[in-house]
Each structure stands twice: as C-alpha cells, then as structure tokens.
C-alpha cells in the first residue's frame, strides 16, 4: 500500500504563489504516474495537473495552463505543484495521487488513481 502526504497550502492573496508537495511512502524504486486534483466544497474532484514516473511527460487542465507547473524528483518520492498567479476560482482542497499504471489517455481521469493523500487547503482571496 503507497502512501501520500500532501502539504503546503494555505491562505493567499489574488495573485500570490504556493507550492504544494506530495511525498510517497515507502521509499521505493517504483515511481508512478503523479496526478493533482481539486475538490471545492459541493463539487466534484477535478483534475489539475500529471506527470508521468519518469517526469518528462507532462499534462494541465486548461484553466490552469501558463500558470501551474508539476514537478517531480528523480531521487526522492517528491513531487511538487508550483501554483503561480493565483485567483479565487482555484480555492479548493487539492489532493495528491499516484497511479500504477501510466496511460496517456486516462491521465486526467480521477478513477484511473490508485492511492491519494489526505488533502491540503488552498485558499484564494481577493
């Protein structure tokens, strides 16, 4: 069973950064498909951003393109979601999860992941 804490959110300001991180446990050689997503309260979970295990390929939701980059390590099970020039619609909780399987196609699908943290809030204001 992979384990998945997810920190770093917090309250900003219109405009302001964040970076979020997901960090796996246990340590091991495997690396899987990386996915961000967001729930607001009352909505469904959406998707946010992927990465691929070895880091190179690389997906967005439209609404966050130009303005949100997924990171991941190569040595460490880190992975990162550097938020820039936030606005209030990307108020939500953002969870980190992992999948076993890389698919190109499935990658923005939240029933495709296997494991997901617990949730870190992301609060925008104005």
């Known amino acids: 069973q992979v384990h998945l804490v997810d920190s770093g959110g917090g309250l900003v300001q219109s405009g302001d950064s964040l970076r979020l991180s997901c960090v796996q446990s246990?340590?091991?050689?495997?690396?899987?498909?990386l996915g961000w997503f967001r729930q607001a309260p009352g909505k469904e979970r959406e998707f946010v951003a992927a990465v691929s295990p070895g880091g190179g390929l690389k997906y967005y939701a439209d609404v966050v393109k130009g303005r949100f980059t997924i990171s991941r390590e190569s040595a460490k099970p880190t992975a990162y979601l550097q938020m820039n020039s936030l606005e209030t619609e990307d108020t939500a909780v953002y969870y980190c999860?992992?999948?076993?399987?890389?698919?190109?196609?499935?990658?923005?699908?939240?029933?495709?992941?296997?494991?997901w943290g617990q949730g870190t809030q992301v609060t925008v204001s104005s």
């Open positions: 999860a992992a999948d076993a399987t890389f698919d190109p196609d499935l990658v923005r699908s939240r029933d495709e992941y296997d494991f």
């Open positions: 246990p340590n091991t050689k495997t690396r899987y498909t």
